[in-house]
T-cell receptor
Framework: DTAVSQTPKYLVTQMGNDKSIKCEQN?????MYWYKQDSKKFLKIMFS???????INETVPNRFSPKSPDKAHLNLHINSLELGDSAVYFCASSQGVGQRSGGYTFGSGTRLTVV | DQQVKQNSPSLSVQEGRISILNCDYT??????FLWYKKYPAEGPTFLISISSIKDKNEDGRFTVFLNKSAKHLSLHIVPSQPGDSAVYFCAASGNTGGFKTIFGAGTRLFVKA
């Protein structure tokens, strides 16, 4: 039973489309995150929610909108997709805010390709 | 502005020998450091962490060393096994803008049988 599951695993779409990536965790964690791994392989924080409340919102284009209907779900909606949005997007969760001794639990990633 | 740097993109080691992966950081506000391991097509998996009040933490074959004065940490894997071949990410966390965690770019480790 997957702890942090993301869907879809692969997403190929045309420029200008709107798409969503879903994330669910069954660990009972209260904090969830979206990270983007770009072509240079850096993992960069995009958003973080604690108990459905947005606590981290990095400098991300407002075409990206996270939504947390409950603390077990954090979805990412992207409007007007651009070529530069192509990347691997990782969802993660943790108990409490930030990483302490236990680290995050990551999903397996969603590879988004914009053509 | 890379606050966490892993300057070696790759490392190749013979099975049974020691693997040493290095990481440097710039922000003295970081108070927890973590290592993650990542296989292709999977998410990073937490491996080991160390608090800034310690200089060493050991878990089986994995040991993390922290040198605060040099703002440097390293992960030692002894003995290295072929299954350790993966990308290793160094990460740092602290009360910097909401306890954000900053990741390095990763080092790809190849363990040759």
């Amino acid at each position: 039973d997957t702890a942090v599951s993301q869907t879809p695993k692969y997403l190929v779409t045309q420029m200008g489309n709107d798409k969503s990536i879903k994330c669910e965790q069954n660990l009972g964690h209260d904090t969830m995150y979206w990270y983007k791994q770009d072509s240079k392989k850096f993992l960069k924080i995009m958003f973080s929610y604690n108990n459905k409340e947005l606590i981290i919102n990095e400098t991300v284009p407002n075409r990206f909108s996270p939504k947390s209907p409950d603390k077990a779900h954090l979805n990412l909606h992207i409007n007007s997709l651009e070529l530069g949005d192509s990347a691997v997007y990782f969802c993660a969760s943790s108990q409490g805010v930030g990483q302490r001794s236990g680290g995050y639990t990551f999903g397996s990633g969603t590879r988004l390709t914009v053509v | 502005d890379q606050q966490v740097k892993q300057n070696s993109p790759s490392l190749s080691v013979q099975e049974g020998r020691i693997s040493i992966l290095n990481c440097d950081y710039t922000n003295s506000m970081f108070d927890y450091f973590l290592w993650y391991k990542k296989y292709p097509a999977e998410g990073p998996t937490f491996l080991i962490s160390i608090s800034s009040i310690k200089d060493k933490n050991e878990d089986g074959r994995f040991t993390v060393f922290l040198n605060k004065s040099a703002k440097h940490l390293s992960l030692h894997i002894v003995p290295s096994q072929p299954g350790d071949s993966a990308v290793y990410f160094c990460a740092a966390s602290g009360n910097t803008g909401g306890f954000k965690t900053i990741f390095g770019a990763g080092t790809r480790l190849f363990v040759k049988a």
